[in-house]
């Protein structure tokens, strides 16, 4: 096994790092692996990162700062003085998507587009314009940049941020690291389903109706759909495409589970590695309590790293 996070991903081209929650160590780890990868990198998100301060919450936030010879995906009306390398079509809230080339040591923000082919397209722009590999941002709120299509290798910051407080780290490290890896469904459903978002009155009453025990739903599976099932006292297997089609909290679904709706799914993602970071918002915590929680909801399936530190765990 490695003994740094960076020579675990080398091999690999796209790698996504998704965090669990807003400031669970994200961008401290898209910052330790711009520097260690050997590049050129190009830096892509769907959305925006990077900024100053959470816009949500105002908190200071580390800044994203690429080494030289990387491009970086954003907006041109974030992009300032910064050189251009690549105009794509796509446009967002805040303009057109630009590649471009930001200044060694100086913060940059990276602002993608909203949607998955859109943000396909730059990262194709961005190997045609010459970079080894690519890193993509992404958030449970935003988990589509980690789906097996998409990446290569999935980083999974797993901060203490996600908690509540120090009694309830290790809990909410598990369940929201659960509802990434969930398991992998190979049977043939009794009932298919195209769309559920939107429709779960009518998905839950066709899979009661029919007394449906293996359900495939195509599109997202939603947090109203598990409570609707779980309502009415409905026991399943229900199958979605990967964990990024599920739309749901981490604690609906293992609410759902112990209620006997049994989440599963066709491809598991491509996770390599957990992060660790004691930093939480409201309260003090400790790397070691931040590690520790992160390890138990690894459960010896990944390493874990600080990258503060330099400790992993196998």
Known sequence: MPADLAALVSPHRVVTVVGLAKNAGKTTVINHLLERLEGPVGLASLGLDGEARDQLTGLAKPRVRPPAGSLVATADGLAGELRVAARLPYRTAVGQVVLVEPEPGRPAIVSGPARLDELDGTVQALFAAGMRRVLLEGALARLGTAARERADAVVVAAGAAAARGPDDIERALRLAVEALALPVEGGTPGLC????????????????????????????????????????????????????????????????????VELMVRRPLPIVALTASPFHPDVELTADQAFAAAAAAAAGRWPVFDVVSGRMSA
């Open 193 to 260: 389903v195209k769309h559920a978002a939107g429709f779960e009155a009518e998905v839950a009453g066709r899979i009661e109706a029919g007394r449906a025990t293996h359900v495939e739903v195509a599109g997202a599976v939603t947090g109203p759909l598990l409570e609707l099932l779980m309502r009415r006292g409905i026991r399943l297997r229900l199958v979605a495409a990967d964990a990024t089609h599920v739309l749901a909290q981490p604690q609906q679904v293992a609410r759902a589970r112990r209620a006997g």
